[in-house]
């Protein structure tokens, strides 16, 4: 539970960086949300260095939180109802996450 949740706050960081530049970029907001944009991005850089598992293995296995992730944002922030489709495709993202991160190790 802990390496997922770990996932999910490393996920919401990278998600709140880029989108606060696409605020800026695409919506007209004040060019000051790339200060927290930047910090947002450090801190996703930093929570990746958490995971006690090779580098390789934590960046695959982080993809597929954060599509749930992203899934989620889509909903709660821009407010679009995620399709079955979605869903089904957030399943099996978690599923190969699950695979990778919680193999049995020698």
Request: proline share 5%; glycine share 8%; charged share 10%.
């Amino acid at each position: 539970m802990k390496t997922f949740l770990l996932f999910v706050a490393t996920a919401l960081a990278e998600i709140l960086g880029c989108y606060l530049p696409y605020l800026w970029l695409k919506q007209g907001r004040s060019a000051w949300l790339l200060v927290p944009a930047a910090f947002s991005l450090a801190a996703f850089a930093w929570l990746l260095t958490l995971h006690a598992t090779a580098a390789g293995r934590v960046y695959a296995a982080y993809g597929g939180v954060y599509i749930g992730v992203a899934i989620t944002w889509l909903w709660v922030v821009d407010r679009v109802r995620p399709t079955p489709w979605d869903v089904a495709g957030v399943m099996v993202a978690l599923v190969g996450m699950g695979l990778i991160m919680f193999q049995p190790r020698a």
